[in-house]
């Protein structure tokens, strides 16, 4: 389990930046939409959509967790699977069943997200990540 949290393979460095850059990228702009709803908390919260039976303000709450802070950890390599695991089901939620019935280019964007993290899920964080350093200190015994 600590194996799959904490990964100790060494990428070469070019592949390591290039991940590094795109958690970088698509993590501020996820960022962007959370921090919005964030600023927005008061208005949304009776009008926000509630495709999972959970209340209109908790499904926000779960959204600006899945947009703001999951996004944090993603970008700088802490955790980094766990948190992807909430910005995968957000993007799913949001492109089957919030934008479902809408054309498809109402829901491109959250389809462009929910690739880019699942292949990042599947690259890992590379060797540029703080799951990468703390490896480093786990026992081999303990993986």
Do not use: Q
Not at 31 to 41: D, T, V
């Amino acid at each position: 389990m600590l194996n799959f949290l904490f990964p100790e393979k060494n990428d070469a460095p070019g592949v390591s930046w290039l991940l590094l850059a795109a958690r970088i990228v698509f993590g501020v702009l996820l960022m962007s939409h959370g921090i919005a709803k964030c600023l927005n908390f008061d208005t949304l919260a009776a009008t926000f959509p509630d495709p999972l039976g959970a209340g209109s303000r908790v499904s926000l709450m779960m959204a600006i967790f899945g947009e703001v802070v999951c996004p944090a950890g993603f970008i700088a390599g802490l955790l980094y699977r766990l948190a992807l695991i909430p910005m995968i089901f957000t993007m799913c939620v949001a492109f089957f069943a919030v934008h479902g019935g809408d054309p498809f280019a109402a829901r491109e964007l959250a389809l462009v997200y929910l690739a880019v993290f699942v292949l990042m899920y599947i690259a890992g964080p590379g060797r540029y990540a703080a799951d990468t350093l703390i490896a480093r200190y786990i026992p081999r015994r303990l993986r």
